[in-house]
């Protein structure tokens, strides 16, 4: 599934890296901890967080993320957009918490299997 359907499928609001909408989406990783998303999360995944300062592009960016979900509608900082739109991947927000987002992804993309 593509970052675009999920984004049309769960009501989420793209923020920035527009451009990596086309991305394929291989599962999901939930985590505030930046050493274990950078330990345990793979390429293509998205990832749903509620942390905004720029090293959340940075870990997105080396394990090749399809996507970042920020929830509770937690704002991405000015760095973190232009980083985000920089490496094409894009940034999502939410009004939901981490667990509902985390919840109904798991069920739009088990439904694919």
């Known amino acids: 599934m593509k970052v675009s359907e999920i984004v049309e499928k769960l009501d989420l609001k793209v923020v920035s890296g527009k451009n990596g909408l086309d991305r394929e989406i291989e599962?999901?990783?939930?985590?505030?901890?930046l050493s274990d998303v950078m330990g345990?999360?793979?390429e293509n995944q998205i990832w749903i967080t509620l942390?905004?300062?720029?090293?959340?592009m940075a870990i997105a960016s080396l394990k090749?993320?399809?996507a970042v979900i920020l929830?509770?509608?937690f704002q991405a900082n000015e760095n973190t957009i232009q980083h985000s739109?920089?490496?094409?991947?894009?940034i999502l927000s939410t009004s939901?918490?981490?667990f509902e987002?985390?919840?109904?992804?798991?069920?739009?993309?088990?439904?694919?299997?």
């Not at 987002?101 to 299997?113: P, V």
């Open 64 to 66: 090749d993320l399809a």
């Open 51 to 56: 942390q905004v300062h720029q090293n959340v």
């Open 71 to 73: 929830v509770k509608n």
């Open 27 to 33: 599962g999901g990783y939930v985590s505030d901890l």
């Open 101 to 113: 987002i985390a919840g109904k992804l798991y069920e739009l993309l088990n439904k694919q299997t």
């Open 96 to 98: 939901l918490s981490t």
């Open 85 to 90: 739109n920089d490496e094409q991947i894009p």
């Open 40 to 42: 345990h999360a793979r």
